[in-house]
């Protein structure tokens, strides 16, 4: 499938039109509805990025319901918790997922199954009989054939209810408001602005993140929204997405910082084997991106590279272009147009110029947050209604125009960082991003997947602990799991 022909999503050997994935929508919200899911409600979603990934998000919002997704690596424990917490009243997962959490499912939840397509068994190994439904299970597709199409006016939009990794305590899921029409007309023109999504027949993006996380949720279904042509890739590999950017001429991406690493480290003439000309718009967050990475992927694919800073809670808060990386390497970009940012000191006043201090923000068009059944907790990180953003690290006040760059870290604790991940990769926990420091980026950045809670947890608590014994240290910043976390002794 290239871009000119039918819109719609191509998954592997396989491709259903925007016009077949909105009609299963209207037939599953009949069929939720009849379930009794409503306003306010939530529908977990355990899938990676398939057909109906995306018809479950749409037919959960077209009732006014959170789609909730889950970690697709989290044990019986921690899903059955999520579940638990955001009251799903339906959980619609892949065969071999279910299996991985079953122990964990409350009895009340009504379990829709999606057989693991082809592609997707391939990626990830899973065995012929784990692909499929255990009997007795009732199949997704199954359900939204029975159920009518729904013709009710859909009510207003909440978005996805997006669970924190939990490193501080329990995963706290996202709570947001209903969107007001003017708030998602802005919320588009923002995908237009950063993101570079808008309507045009010929874009064709490319999605390789779990929808499980905040970014590339929202990026797929602002896509969907616009009618673009969506290839969906199974799971990452540098060499496949070359190779289904040459295939499918793709024009937009929104990945991360591992991935421009694991690209640069193809040779070079795997690199030159594939056409990347047709790349127009690509955007990239989760972590901080090395300098020296940002400049040969500029070098590499042209000045369409861009890279945004926010959170789950705020949306995008600050952004930069190609040029900018290119004229001054680190930095994080400029605060958006209506976005605020404040550095403020222990007490929250706001910190003199040249002097350090935690950042909080707040993105200008989405609506009101809150921690589900937590909004003490929400008040707890909130200043005002600003965030504590914890993706970046302690900055000096500068004007709110200025460029924001992240800073690196002591040699001591990056080596002991590197050892740490090196420790952790060798008991088999998969490590994806540990460090924003360019000096060990290469060692910790080429992992995969993530490490389990506790793993994290016991990383986190080994960490305070140097910074206890190091208190002349500054504040320093470490991300684990594409989080960020800001220390002080």
């Given at each position: 499938?290239?871009?000119?022909?039918?819109?719609?999503?191509?998954?592997?050997?396989?491709?259903?039109?925007?016009?077949?994935?909105?009609?299963?929508?209207?037939?599953?919200?009949?069929?939720?509805?009849?379930?009794?899911?409503?306003?306010?409600?939530?529908?977990?979603?355990?899938?990676?990025?398939?057909?109906?990934?995306?018809?479950?998000?749409?037919?959960?919002s077209?009732?006014?319901?959170?789609?909730?997704?889950?970690?697709?690596?989290?044990?019986?424990?921690?899903?059955?918790?999520?579940?638990?917490?955001?009251?799903?009243?339906?959980?619609?997962?892949?065969?071999?997922?279910?299996?991985?959490?079953?122990?964990?499912?409350?009895?009340?939840?009504?379990?829709?199954?999606?057989?693991t397509?082809?592609?997707?068994?391939?990626?990830?190994?899973?065995?012929?009989?784990?692909?499929?439904?255990?009997?007795?299970?009732?199949?997704?597709?199954?359900?939204?054939?029975?159920?009518?199409?729904?013709?009710?006016?859909?009510?207003?939009?909440?978005?996805?209810?997006?669970?924190?990794?939990?490193?501080?305590?329990?995963?706290?899921?996202?709570?947001?408001?209903?969107?007001?029409?003017?708030?998602?007309?802005?919320?588009?023109?923002?995908?237009?602005?950063f993101?570079?999504?808008?309507?045009?027949?010929?874009?064709?993006?490319?999605?390789?993140?779990?929808?499980?996380?905040?970014a590339?949720?929202?990026?797929?279904?602002?896509?969907?929204?616009?009618?673009?042509?969506?290839?969906?890739?199974?799971?990452?590999?540098?060499?496949?997405?070359?190779?289904?950017?040459?295939?499918?001429?793709?024009?937009?991406?929104?990945?991360?910082?591992?991935?421009?690493?694991?690209?640069?480290?193809?040779?070079?003439?795997?690199?030159?084997?594939?056409?990347?000309?047709?790349?127009?718009?690509?955007?990239?967050?989760?972590?901080?991106?090395?300098?020296?990475?940002?400049?040969?992927?500029?070098?590499?694919?042209?000045?369409?590279?861009?890279?945004?800073?926010?959170?789950?809670?705020?949306?995008v808060?600050?952004?930069?272009?190609?040029?900018?990386?290119?004229?001054?390497?680190g930095?994080?970009?400029?605060?958006?147009?209506?976005?605020t940012?404040?550095?403020v000191?222990?007490?929250?006043?706001?910190?003199?110029?040249g002097?350090?201090?935690?950042?909080?923000?707040?993105?200008?068009?989405?609506?009101?947050?809150?921690?589900?059944?937590?909004?003490?907790?929400?008040?707890?990180?909130?200043?005002?209604?600003?965030?504590?953003?914890?993706?970046?690290?302690?900055?000096?006040?500068?004007?709110?125009?200025?460029?924001?760059?992240?800073?690196?870290?002591?040699?001591?604790?990056?080596?002991?960082?590197?050892?740490?991940?090196?420790?952790?990769?060798?008991?088999?926990?998969?490590?994806?991003?540990?460090?924003?420091?360019?000096?060990?980026?290469?060692?910790?950045?080429?992992?995969?997947?993530?490490?389990?809670?506790?793993?994290?947890?016991?990383?986190?608590?080994?960490?305070?602990?140097?910074?206890?014994?190091?208190?002349?240290?500054?504040?320093?910043?470490?991300?684990?799991?594409?989080?960020?976390?800001?220390?002080?002794?």
């Amino acid at each position: 499938m290239t871009a000119g022909k039918t819109p719609g999503v191509t998954a592997g050997d396989r491709f259903r039109s925007w016009a077949d994935i909105q009609a299963n929508a209207a037939r599953a919200a009949s069929g939720l509805a009849a379930l009794g899911v409503g306003e306010d409600s939530s529908v977990a979603l355990m899938l990676r990025n398939d057909f109906p990934t995306f018809e479950a998000n749409m037919a959960a919002s077209q009732l006014g319901a959170y789609p909730v997704p889950i970690n697709w690596h989290y044990t019986p424990e921690e899903a059955g918790y999520i579940l638990q917490d955001c009251g799903a009243e339906v959980l619609v997962v892949h065969a071999d997922l279910l299996a991985q959490i079953a122990a964990g499912v409350p009895a009340n939840v009504k379990v829709l199954v999606v057989p693991t397509p082809p592609e997707i068994a391939a990626a990830y190994n899973v065995p012929p009989e784990k692909a499929k439904a255990p009997a007795g299970a009732e199949l997704w597709q199954d359900f939204v054939a029975a159920a009518p199409p729904r013709t009710d006016p859909p009510k207003l939009a909440r978005g996805s209810m997006i669970y924190t990794s939990g490193t501080t305590g329990r995963p706290k899921g996202v709570r947001r408001r209903p969107s007001t029409p003017e708030q998602q007309a802005a919320s588009a023109a923002e995908a237009a602005t950063f993101w570079g999504l808008k309507p045009d027949p010929d874009a064709v993006a490319l999605m390789n993140g779990p929808m499980y996380h905040s970014a590339p949720a929202a990026y797929a279904m602002a896509s969907a929204r616009l009618g673009l042509h969506i290839v969906l890739q199974a799971r990452f590999e540098a060499e496949d997405m070359l190779r289904l950017i040459d295939k499918h001429r793709v024009s937009h991406m929104h990945i991360v910082p591992t991935m421009f690493v694991r690209l640069l480290r193809l040779p070079q003439d795997v690199r030159q084997r594939y056409d990347v000309s047709s790349l127009r718009f690509i955007t990239h967050g989760a972590a901080p991106c090395a300098p020296a990475v940002k400049r040969q992927m500029i070098e590499w694919w042209g000045p369409v590279i861009n890279e945004y800073y926010g959170a789950t809670e705020t949306g995008v808060v600050v952004w930069h272009g190609s040029a900018d990386a290119l004229r001054k390497p680190g930095t994080v970009g400029r605060l958006v147009p209506g976005g605020t940012l404040r550095i403020v000191d222990e007490e929250g006043q706001d910190v003199k110029q040249g002097e350090a201090g935690e950042i909080y923000v707040r993105g200008p068009n989405l609506a009101e947050v809150t921690y589900n059944n937590d909004e003490a907790k929400r008040k707890e990180v909130g200043l005002g209604d600003l965030v504590l953003e914890k993706l970046g690290a302690t900055l000096k006040k500068e004007h709110q125009q200025a460029d924001f760059s992240v800073r690196p870290l002591p040699a001591e604790l990056r080596a002991y960082i590197a050892d740490d991940v090196r420790y952790l990769t060798e008991l088999g926990r998969m490590v994806k991003q540990a460090c924003v420091d360019a000096d060990i980026l290469e060692e910790v950045w080429g992992m995969d997947a993530f490490p389990t809670d506790r793993t994290v947890d016991n990383f986190i608590m080994r960490l305070r602990r140097l910074f206890e014994t190091n208190p002349e240290e500054p504040r320093h910043l470490v991300t684990l799991r594409g989080r960020g976390y800001l220390f002080k002794p």
